[in-house]
């Protein structure tokens, strides 16, 4: 089964939500994102080039892998696309190796860590057996984004700042509406702007607001500007504590 699509599984094959595998790829995530950060920071400036190239480039070819798979299986349809947010974080993460303006560090940080974060805490794939490609694919690929957004944050590339929040606004206001429109044509559920991911917070949101999809949007929207700001907040706090220093 390792190969399969979920349409072909045999039922109850997949893996429960912080059972024990579960929880040990997340220890293992975490793990390798704090020493692998501490082991990056004290490289020099020509190393830390040469690692993020080499990261960014494993990062790509985890999604080529994906696509290659996806089309053997006979899985990749437009259902398969990478227009969820961590779909988009790979390319975002490539960009960032070669090119690195603030917005885009501010998008990484504020964006796409706490999205790949929580497709981690709240996997979609729990319905593949968690040694499956499937399964092992998705946690590779997501842990890779959060070791590169957690590293070049940590080594100064990425600065996040509260000043900025509006640039992560600006980038949504650009994407989801394209994004909503492809959703409701091909009846698609990219980003979860038409339902939620099963086991995720956000049926929560969509209980709050009675099952309707616009005040489900107003909830989602909030608690994405909350939990930008509040990642942005210690940063804002060491540059005032900072600035007060004789």
């Known amino acids: ?3 399969t699509y979920q349409t072909n599984l045999p039922p109850n094959a997949g893996f429960s939500l912080y ?20 082991w990056f920071c004290s490289r020099s400036a020509a190393k830390q080039q040469h690692i993020t190239h080499i990261l960014g480039i494993l990062i790509l070819l985890m999604e080529i892998l994906r696509t290659v798979v996806y089309a053997c299986m006979g899985a990749m349809t437009i259902y398969e696309l990478p227009l969820h947010l961590c779909g988009l974080a790979v390319y975002l993460c490539i960009f960032h190796t070669v090119w690195k303006p603030d917005w885009l560090g501010q998008v990484l940080y504020s964006l796409c860590l706490p999205g790949a974060w929580c497709a981690l805490l709240f996997p979609d794939w729990v319905v593949y057996p968690f040694l499956s490609f499937v399964s ?10 959060v070791f590169y957004i957690i590293i070049q944050t940590a080594s100064g590339a990425i600065r996040p700042r509260l000043s900025a929040v509006w640039k992560p606004v600006l980038f949504l206001c650009l994407v989801v509406p394209p994004i ?11 980003m979860f702007l038409q339902l ?17 999809l616009t005040g489900y949007l107003f909830l989602f929207a909030v608690v994405i500007f909350i939990v930008m700001v509040c990642m942005d907040l210690p940063y804002a706090w060491k540059d005032r504590h900072q600035k007060r220093l004789p």
């Open 196 to 212: 939620p991911s099963a086991g995720s917070p956000l049926v929560l949101l969509s209980n709050l607001a009675g099952n309707n």
């Open 19 to 38: 059972s024990i595998p579960h929880l040990c790829a997340l220890a293992v995530i975490i793990l390798i994102c704090f020493f692998g950060a501490r």
């Open 1 to 3: 089964m390792f190969f």
């Open 136 to 145: 092992l694919h998705g946690f590779i690929a997501h842990g890779l984004v």
């Open 180 to 190: 909503m429109w492809f959703d409701r044509y091909f009846h698609a559920n990219y």
